[in-house]
């Protein structure tokens, strides 16, 4: 697989949000996309099935329980440092917060979409990052 082709059809997306609402809406519109999605309401389940070079880009809820989106990325990053990832919220993101209290590098996270978000936004949004 060519990970450098930005046609949607080569482009694989993990989705955890623990809001089953979200995630119907979110996989049906990226899938319409033409986008492949493996959706999990649990981070701890996403985490358990996760492997190096199997994401294109990991879009994470940023307040779940048992493990927030944060705790959730640097796990993720042990595995996969090469894997986009944007964060979805419901609140406002402080960034310079966040980024300080979780110490993540600016250049690995740039993306924040914060929800409720259009679909045809969330994909041009997604598109963008993946083609960074």
Not at 26 to 55: M, R
Request: with cysteine; aromatic share 12%; glycine share 4%.
């Amino acid at each position: 697989m060519n990970n450098n082709n930005t046609n949607n059809n080569s482009n694989r997306i993990l989705l955890v949000d623990d809001e089953p609402d979200i995630t119907t809406a979110f996989s049906l519109g990226l899938e319409d996309s033409g986008f492949k999605v493996d959706v999990f309401n649990d981070p701890i389940q996403a985490l358990s099935g996760f492997k190096n070079g199997l994401y294109d880009l990991a879009l994470i809820d940023y307040k779940m329980p048992n493990m927030n989106g944060f705790e959730l990325y640097r796990e993720i990053r042990k595995i996969d440092d090469r894997v986009k990832v944007c964060f979805i919220t419901a609140f406002e993101v402080y960034y310079e917060e966040l980024k300080n209290r979780f110490q993540y590098k600016e250049e690995d996270v740039r993306c924040f979409i914060s929800k409720p978000i259009d679909i045809d936004e969330l994909v041009i949004r997604i598109k963008e990052e993946l083609n960074s």
